[in-house]
């Protein structure tokens, strides 16, 4: 005798006129998916957007002009894109969704934004070029890419101007100042690789010591 309790409608529902409820869970859903949208409206998400994050900000007040000053600009991005949470989308370690996820959309705005963040920052002769590239991470990278490869001439200015600094008839005070703003340019045109090797320690060892000595070699 075949069972008709499994039915959607039993005797019972039809007499009573209501219908039962489908426990059935659909484990089709993405549920990941849809828990990683609502995180979106965190401020802690990098794809969170303020109301106030629009197109036209200018993150940092100094402007990208050649490699003399890519160093200097290059942290102050990294700061004001890091202090938006937006830094890892930047430097490619939030990733792109799948263009069929639902929050490719959202990743896709805020993309676009930082986009639009740097080449505001960026001279327009620099930027000329950069329109045409689809992610934040593709322009980072095509700047660092071109700048790089001439700040070898530029390290020799930062470290020339370092070997000649003298305090002369400023003050200690005055003197530190400029030598330690010669020495952090250095140190950005020279980033340090980190490993697990013991280089990284001898390196910053080395570096200590080396400050050590231009501080008093040009003090008077």
Not at 39 to 51: E, F, G, T
Request: charged share 20%; glycine share 4%; net charge negative.
């Amino acid at each position: 005798m075949r069972n008709n309790t499994s039915s959607s409608q039993t005797y019972a529902n039809v007499v009573s006129g209501t219908t039962p409820v489908n426990t059935h869970i659909d484990t089709d859903i993405d549920t990941t998916a849809v828990n990683d949208v609502n995180s979106i409206s965190s401020n802690s998400h990098p794809l969170y957007l303020h109301n106030n994050d629009q197109p036209r900000i200018i993150l940092i007040s100094k402007k990208l002009f050649g490699y003399k000053n890519y160093a200097s600009w290059k942290r102050s991005i990294q700061i004001a894109l890091s202090a938006n949470n937006k830094l890892v989308i930047l430097t490619g370690e939030f990733k792109a969704p799948a263009e069929s996820s639902p929050s490719f959309s959202h990743w896709k705005r805020v993309n676009d934004m930082i986009i639009t963040w740097i080449l505001n920052t960026v001279s327009d002769v620099t930027s000329s070029s950069m329109h045409y590239l689809d992610s934040a991470s593709d322009v980072w990278n095509e700047l660092s890419e071109r700048f790089v490869a001439v700040s070898g001439h530029k390290i020799y200015e930062v470290q020339k101007d370092i070997f000649k600094l003298e305090q002369g008839n400023e003050s200690v005070e005055i003197y530190f100042h400029k030598l330690k703003g010669f020495w952090d340019e250095l140190m950005a045109l020279e980033p340090v690789v980190k490993c697990n090797c013991g280089a990284t320690k001898d390196w910053e060892s080395q570096n200590r010591e080396d400050w050590a000595y231009l501080v008093f070699d040009g003090l008077a």
